[in-house]
C-alpha cells in the first residue's frame, strides 16, 4: 500500500546527475527492490526469467544488471531485508499475499537468501533487520551510516530517513531531504507521519476521501490524538502503536563494512548455476571493476 506522499514531495525533488553520489552509500530495502526485479523483469511471454531448471532468476538478474550500474558508478550500496514484521502489519501482509499469488509474485527464503549470496560477492553490504528493512535503511542515513534511502516511493520519510532518492533514469535521480520537506509543508516530523496514516501506510488503509492536500490540511488544524483516535476508529487498528513504530521503530546499529568483488563467486552463481551468459557477466564485472578504481573527494 504505502503512503502516496508523492504530490506533495515532487515539487522539492531536484534532479541530480548519478555523478554527485559518487563515494556515498544508498540504503535500500531488499524485500522491496526483490519484488520490483520480480514485477519488472520477466521473459517474453510474461513469465519470470527462468534458468533450464525452472528456477526463478528475475531477481538474481535484477541484483546483478541493474545494481551493478550504481557500482560501476562508484556508488556503494547497502540493502537491508525484512526481519520480523509487526503485528499490526499481519494483516497488510495477508493482503499482498493475496495480490502477489493473483499476480504470481513469488520470493521465499531460499530465493532471498541466494540474492543475498549474490549481492555480497558483488561487494555490497547486506543485512537482515529487526524487523522493517525500510525503517532499519533510513535509520543508517539517521546515524550517518548511508547518505540516503534508495527507493521508488517516500514512505522511507516516516522513519525519518534524512534524504531519498529515486527514478534512476538517463543517468540521473530525484532528490529530496527531510529538512526541505518539512519546511515546505511546515509540519514536524510527528505530523508528517499522522499525514502519511491519513493518506494510508502499509499499516493501516488510511481515511475514506482523505488525499494529500486534504489530510495536510488536517494534520495543522486537528489535535494529533483526535487524528489517531479517528483512524483507529476507521480502520479498525491501533493507530497510537503504528504511529510509536513509526517514530521508533526496531532498529540496530552497525558498522558497513564492503567484502571484496569475487568475481568467481559472481560467476560461479549466475553462469554456472543458472545458466546466465558468461560473456555478458563477465562484461558487466569489468565494468564494475573499473568503477572500484576510480577515485573520488571521498578517497582523498
Known amino acids: 500500500m504505502g503512503s502516496d506522499l508523492k504530490d506533495l514531495v515532487e515539487p522539492i525533488a531536484k534532479n541530480i546527475s548519478i555523478s554527485k553520489l559518487a ?4 540504503a535500500i530495502d531488499g524485500n522491496n527492490i526483490a519484488y520490483q526485479f520480480l514485477s519488472a523483469i520477466r521473459s517474453i511471454d510474461g513469465d519470470y526469467l527462468r534458468d533450464n531448471e525452472g528456477n526463478i532468476t528475475s531477481h538474481l538478474s535484477g541484483a ?15 540493502v537491508v531485508f525484512d526481519g520480523k514484521p509487526p503485528k499490526f502489519k499481519y494483516k497488510e501482509i495477508f493482503r499482498r499475499e493475496q495480490v502477489k499469488e493473483e499476480k504470481g509474485l513469488y520470493f521465499n527464503r531460499e530465493m532471498r537468501d541466494e540474492m543475498i549470496k549474490l549481492l555480497d560477492a558483488m561487494g555490497i553490504f547486506t543485512m537482515i533487520a529487526p524487523s522493517e528493512g525500510e525503517a532499519q535503511a533510513s535509520y543508517l542515513t539517521i546515524k550517518g551510516k548511508a547518505y540516503a534511502v534508495y527507493s521508488q516511493d517516500y514512505d522511507s520519510f516516516l522513519f525519518g530517513a534524512i534524504r531519498v ?15 526541505n520537506l518539512i519546511k515546505h509543508l511546515n509540519l514536524d516530523r510527528e505530523k508528517l507521519v499522522l499525514l502519511g496514516m491519513l493518506i494510508g501506510t502499509d ?14 490540511e488536517m494534520v495543522k488544524s486537528i489535535d494529533k490524538n483526535k487524528i489517531l483516535h479517528m483512524i483507529s ?13 513509526f517514530i521508533s521503530p526496531p532498529v540496530v546499529d552497525v558498522d558497513i563494512k564492503f567484502k571484496e568483488l569475487d568475481e568467481d563467486l559472481v560467476k560461479e552463481i549466475l553462469v554456472d548455476k543458472h545458466g546466465f551468459s558468461k560473456d555478458r557477466v563477465e562484461k558487466r564485472l569489468e565494468a564494475i571493476k573499473h568503477g572500484y578504481k576510480l577515485r573520488t573527494v571521498f578517497d582523498l
Not at 23 to 26: A, E
Open 203 to 216: 499499516y493501516n488503509e488510511g481515511i475514506k476521501g482523505v488525499g494529500a492536500i486534504k489530510g495536510l
Open 64 to 78: 546483478f544488471y541493474r545494481l551493478s550500474y550504481f557500482l560501476e558508478n562508484r556508488i556503494r550500496l547497502a
Open 165 to 179: 532518492v529515486r527514478n534512476y533514469k538517463n543517468e540521473t535521480m530525484d532528490y529530496v531531504e527531510l529538512d
Open 233 to 245: 476508529e476507521e480502520n479498525n487498528v491501533d493507530a497510537e502503536s503504528i504511529f510509536q513504530f
Open 23 to 26: 563515494g556515498r552509500i544508498l
